[in-house]
Protein backbone atom coordinates (compact mmCIF):
# COMPACT_ATOMS: atom_id res chain seq x y z
CA UNK A 1 0.00 0.00 0.00
CA UNK A 2 1.21 3.98 -0.94
CA UNK A 3 2.02 5.69 2.16
CA UNK A 4 0.49 8.90 2.50
CA UNK A 5 1.34 12.05 4.60
CA UNK A 6 -0.81 13.57 7.44
CA UNK A 7 -2.33 15.73 4.71
CA UNK A 8 -3.28 12.65 2.38
CA UNK A 9 -0.61 12.95 -0.05
CA UNK A 10 0.66 10.01 -1.88
CA UNK A 11 4.51 9.61 -1.21
CA UNK A 12 6.32 8.84 -4.07
CA UNK A 13 9.84 8.90 -2.46
CA UNK A 14 10.52 9.23 1.23
CA UNK A 15 12.57 11.55 2.92
CA UNK A 16 14.58 8.44 3.97
CA UNK A 17 14.96 7.40 0.36
CA UNK A 18 15.67 11.07 -0.42
CA UNK A 19 18.69 11.40 1.50
CA UNK A 20 19.97 8.12 0.93
CA UNK A 21 19.74 8.54 -2.89
CA UNK A 22 20.98 12.18 -2.51
CA UNK A 23 24.19 10.88 -0.27
CA UNK A 24 25.25 8.82 -2.98
CA UNK A 25 25.43 11.11 -5.72
CA UNK A 26 27.51 13.53 -3.55
CA UNK A 27 29.89 10.40 -3.45
CA UNK A 28 30.03 9.98 -6.70
CA UNK A 29 30.41 13.87 -7.76
CA UNK A 30 33.10 13.76 -4.67
CA UNK A 31 35.07 11.30 -7.14
CA UNK A 32 34.52 12.70 -10.44
CA UNK A 33 36.07 16.04 -9.11
CA UNK A 34 38.31 14.92 -6.14
CA UNK A 35 41.42 17.28 -6.14
CA UNK A 36 39.22 19.74 -7.33
CA UNK A 37 37.46 22.91 -7.19
CA UNK A 38 33.32 23.18 -7.58
CA UNK A 39 31.30 26.04 -8.43
CA UNK A 40 27.72 24.49 -7.44
CA UNK A 41 24.93 26.49 -9.15
CA UNK A 42 21.31 26.20 -8.11
CA UNK A 43 18.27 26.76 -10.40
CA UNK A 44 15.89 28.78 -7.67
CA UNK A 45 13.83 28.14 -5.73
CA UNK A 46 13.23 24.64 -6.80
CA UNK A 47 16.42 23.20 -6.50
CA UNK A 48 17.03 25.06 -2.80
CA UNK A 49 16.51 22.01 -0.59
CA UNK A 50 18.32 19.89 -2.91
CA UNK A 51 21.21 22.13 -3.58
CA UNK A 52 21.55 22.51 0.52
CA UNK A 53 21.66 18.34 1.02
CA UNK A 54 23.72 18.07 -2.01
CA UNK A 55 26.00 20.81 -1.12
CA UNK A 56 26.45 18.52 2.45
CA UNK A 57 27.17 15.33 0.72
CA UNK A 58 30.15 16.62 -1.05
CA UNK A 59 33.63 16.23 -0.10
CA UNK A 60 35.33 18.95 -2.65
CA UNK A 61 36.35 22.42 -2.25
CA UNK A 62 32.32 24.07 -2.70
CA UNK A 63 31.06 27.41 -3.68
CA UNK A 64 26.91 28.12 -4.26
CA UNK A 65 25.77 30.53 -6.50
CA UNK A 66 22.12 30.90 -7.77
CA UNK A 67 20.03 31.85 -10.60
CA UNK A 68 16.69 32.08 -11.60
CA UNK A 69 14.75 31.45 -14.83
CA UNK A 70 11.34 32.06 -15.95
CA UNK A 71 9.35 29.59 -18.24
CA UNK A 72 6.50 31.12 -19.74
CA UNK A 73 3.69 28.41 -19.03
CA UNK A 74 0.67 28.18 -21.32
CA UNK A 75 -0.95 26.19 -18.40
CA UNK A 76 0.16 25.82 -15.13
CA UNK A 77 2.09 22.49 -15.63
CA UNK A 78 3.48 22.84 -19.17
CA UNK A 79 5.84 25.37 -20.82
CA UNK A 80 5.46 26.90 -23.69
CA UNK A 81 8.85 27.03 -24.57
CA UNK A 82 10.31 30.36 -23.62
CA UNK A 83 12.63 30.62 -20.94
CA UNK A 84 13.95 33.69 -19.67
CA UNK A 85 17.05 34.81 -16.78
CA UNK A 86 15.43 37.20 -14.25
CA UNK A 87 18.17 36.30 -11.87
CA UNK A 88 22.25 36.20 -13.26
CA UNK A 89 25.27 34.66 -11.49
CA UNK A 90 26.78 36.82 -8.59
CA UNK A 91 30.33 35.46 -9.64
CA UNK A 92 32.26 34.91 -13.11
CA UNK A 93 32.31 30.70 -14.03
CA UNK A 94 34.96 31.21 -16.32
CA UNK A 95 38.18 28.52 -15.64
CA UNK A 96 35.68 26.99 -12.64
CA UNK A 97 34.14 23.49 -12.62
CA UNK A 98 30.33 24.01 -12.56
CA UNK A 99 27.94 21.81 -11.35
CA UNK A 100 24.26 23.23 -12.44
CA UNK A 101 22.05 21.90 -9.49
CA UNK A 102 18.32 21.64 -10.53
CA UNK A 103 15.46 19.60 -8.81
CA UNK A 104 13.98 18.14 -12.25
CA UNK A 105 14.38 18.05 -16.05
CA UNK A 106 11.34 17.69 -17.51
CA UNK A 107 11.11 18.99 -21.13
CA UNK A 108 15.00 20.46 -20.76
CA UNK A 109 13.68 23.75 -22.09
CA UNK A 110 15.33 25.01 -18.47
CA UNK A 111 18.62 23.21 -18.14
CA UNK A 112 19.28 23.76 -22.13
CA UNK A 113 18.81 27.25 -21.80
CA UNK A 114 21.44 27.23 -18.81
CA UNK A 115 23.69 25.01 -20.47
CA UNK A 116 24.14 27.10 -23.67
CA UNK A 117 24.44 30.46 -21.08
CA UNK A 118 27.00 28.84 -19.10
CA UNK A 119 29.34 27.40 -22.01
CA UNK A 120 29.30 30.98 -22.77
CA UNK A 121 30.93 32.32 -19.84
CA UNK A 122 33.80 29.34 -20.89
CA UNK A 123 33.75 27.36 -17.68
CA UNK A 124 36.41 24.37 -17.26
CA UNK A 125 33.73 22.12 -16.92
CA UNK A 126 30.06 21.74 -16.99
CA UNK A 127 27.96 19.11 -15.06
CA UNK A 128 24.39 18.75 -14.30
CA UNK A 129 22.61 17.00 -11.18
CA UNK A 130 18.90 17.13 -11.24
CA UNK A 131 17.27 14.94 -8.52
CA UNK A 132 14.35 13.77 -10.67
CA UNK A 133 14.62 13.33 -14.74
CA UNK A 134 11.21 12.36 -16.55
CA UNK A 135 12.92 11.49 -19.91
CA UNK A 136 9.82 10.70 -21.49
CA UNK A 137 8.79 14.57 -21.47
CA UNK A 138 11.84 15.72 -23.11
CA UNK A 139 11.78 18.69 -25.95
CA UNK A 140 15.51 19.56 -25.85
CA UNK A 141 18.25 16.86 -26.31
CA UNK A 142 19.56 17.28 -22.97
CA UNK A 143 20.45 14.61 -20.39
CA UNK A 144 22.32 15.31 -16.50
CA UNK A 145 25.54 13.85 -15.75
CA UNK A 146 24.17 12.65 -12.65
CA UNK A 147 20.41 11.78 -11.96
CA UNK A 148 18.95 11.07 -8.55
CA UNK A 149 15.49 8.98 -9.13
CA UNK A 150 13.97 8.68 -13.22
CA UNK A 151 10.01 8.99 -12.98
CA UNK A 152 7.66 8.30 -15.15
CA UNK A 153 5.07 11.30 -16.82
CA UNK A 154 3.70 12.26 -13.24
CA UNK A 155 3.33 15.52 -11.46
CA UNK A 156 4.96 15.87 -7.97
CA UNK A 157 5.30 18.28 -5.48
CA UNK A 158 7.44 18.60 -2.24
CA UNK A 159 11.59 18.50 -1.31
CA UNK A 160 11.74 22.32 -3.20
CA UNK A 161 9.17 21.76 -5.89
CA UNK A 162 5.68 23.21 -6.02
CA UNK A 163 2.40 23.85 -7.26
CA UNK A 164 1.98 27.47 -7.95
CA UNK A 165 4.42 28.13 -4.78
CA UNK A 166 2.91 25.55 -2.40
CA UNK A 167 4.13 22.64 -1.03
CA UNK A 168 7.76 23.13 -1.46
CA UNK A 169 8.37 22.30 2.14
CA UNK A 170 7.46 18.63 2.62
CA UNK A 171 10.02 16.92 3.44
CA UNK A 172 8.92 13.95 0.96
CA UNK A 173 8.55 13.94 -2.37
CA UNK A 174 4.59 13.35 -3.32
CA UNK A 175 2.14 12.79 -6.31
CA UNK A 176 0.24 16.01 -7.13
CA UNK A 177 -3.77 14.65 -6.59
CA UNK A 178 -4.93 14.45 -9.84
CA UNK A 179 -8.17 16.58 -8.62
CA UNK A 180 -5.95 19.34 -7.70
CA UNK A 181 -4.59 20.00 -10.79
P1 LIG B 1 11.80 21.95 -17.97
O1 LIG B 1 12.33 23.25 -18.47
O2 LIG B 1 10.52 21.56 -18.67
O3 LIG B 1 12.80 20.84 -17.94
O4 LIG B 1 11.25 22.20 -16.53
C1 LIG B 1 11.99 22.36 -15.47
C2 LIG B 1 11.17 23.02 -14.38
O5 LIG B 1 9.74 22.74 -14.48
C3 LIG B 1 11.56 22.45 -13.06
O6 LIG B 1 12.65 23.11 -12.52
C4 LIG B 1 10.30 22.67 -12.24
O7 LIG B 1 10.31 23.99 -11.73
C5 LIG B 1 9.18 22.55 -13.22
N1 LIG B 1 8.58 21.20 -13.15
C6 LIG B 1 8.60 20.24 -14.08
N2 LIG B 1 7.94 19.14 -13.67
C7 LIG B 1 7.52 19.41 -12.43
C8 LIG B 1 6.79 18.64 -11.45
O8 LIG B 1 6.42 17.48 -11.64
N3 LIG B 1 6.55 19.28 -10.28
C9 LIG B 1 6.96 20.55 -10.01
N4 LIG B 1 7.64 21.28 -10.88
C10 LIG B 1 7.91 20.72 -12.08
New binding site residues.
Partial sequence: MATTTAQGLEVLFTRDQIAERVRQMGEQISNDLAGEKLVMIG?LK??APFLADLSRSVTVDATFDFVAVK?YAKGS?T?SGA?KLIKDLDEPIEGKNVLVV????????????LRKLFLQHRPKSLRIAAL?D?PS?R??QIDADYVGFSIPN????GYG???SERYRNLPDICL?PPDAV
Fill in positions: VGASQSVEDILDTGLTLAFLKRVELFVIMDFM
